[in-house]
């Protein structure tokens, strides 16, 4: 099967991100109080809202208030029933190096909640690589019918005005994954020159690609599918 390179009609939802229904917080602290609010209420998908809204006022130059945030999003993730989301925003703050009192705690809480047997059971499911300002792009693995697997990538590029515009940047790129499943790469990425190889270990999948021209032609200005994505979902 070749690979077909398009802008996937999921992706476009993203250009226009769900705002708060019934309250807006325009600060850090009034996106805490809404989220709390929410959390406590058990309005689990408008706290997870306030919280994102929350990271993206601190992400940048508040590593105490991108904490809280995390940590947030975590449980709010927890208690949706959403364990897998949990994990990956408990990889964030792993890789942020953020090591505070509740961050250690939900560290167990979250490893208590999820399944890493059945998550790495398989290369099938849904891994997200972090982009920055709480969004996220994707990789979908799924059998082919013949003993195979295709991925279907949907990366994008966050910008600086995710709120306002939507993701600067958007793509697709799929295909036939040829190898075992551990070592895997795209056929047909792109020509001979573009190859993209997929490394898996556990509910971690580590991307390489290659940069050269026409390589990265399956997306606007800066995309890529490199990287480091972890899985959420079997």
Do not use: C
């Given at each position: 099967m070749m690979p077909m390179r398009h802008i996937p009609l999921l992706l476009l939802s993203l250009l226009a991100l769900p705002v708060l229904a019934e309250e807006q917080c325009a600060s850090a602290a009034q996106c805490n109080q809404v989220g709390t609010a929410a959390y406590q209420a058990g309005r689990f998908d408008q706290a997870i809202e306030a919280f994102e809204r929350q990271l993206r006022r601190v992400e940048?130059?508040?590593?105490?208030?991108?904490?809280?945030?995390?940590?947030?999003?975590?449980?709010?993730?927890?208690?949706?029933?959403?364990?897998?989301?949990?994990?990956?925003?408990?990889?964030?703050?792993?890789?942020?190096?953020?090591?505070?009192?509740?961050?250690?705690?939900?560290?167990?809480?979250?490893?208590?909640?999820?399944?890493?047997?059945?998550?790495?059971?398989?290369?099938?499911?849904?891994?997200?690589?972090?982009?920055?300002?709480?969004?996220?792009?994707?990789?979908?693995?799924?059998?082919?019918?013949?003993?195979?697997?295709?991925?279907?990538?949907?990366?994008?590029?966050?910008?600086?005005?995710?709120?306002?515009?939507?993701?600067?940047?958007?793509?697709?790129?799929e295909g036939k994954l040829v190898g075992d499943t551990v070592q895997m790469r795209l056929e047909d990425a792109g020509g001979s020159d573009c190859a993209v190889q997929l490394l898996r270990e556990g509910i971690h999948m580590q991307v390489l690609e290659v940069f050269a021209d026409g390589c990265q032609d399956y997306g606007g200005m800066g995309i890529s599918v490199g990287g480091n994505y972890i899985k959420v979902r079997p």
């Open positions: 940048r130059d508040d590593a105490v208030g991108l904490e809280l945030a995390v940590n947030n999003l975590m449980l709010a993730n927890l208690r949706a029933g959403d364990a897998g989301m949990a994990r990956a925003w408990l990889q964030l703050a792993l890789d942020s190096n953020l090591s505070g009192s509740a961050t250690r705690h939900n560290l167990a809480k979250v490893s208590q909640a999820l399944d890493y047997s059945a998550l790495s059971a398989s290369p099938v499911g849904r891994y997200l690589r972090y982009g920055g300002q709480a969004v996220w792009s994707e990789l979908q693995i799924s059998e082919d019918g013949s003993g195979g697997y295709l991925a279907n990538f949907a990366p994008l590029r966050a910008g600086a005005r995710v709120e306002e515009y939507g993701p600067a940047a958007i793509g697709g790129l």
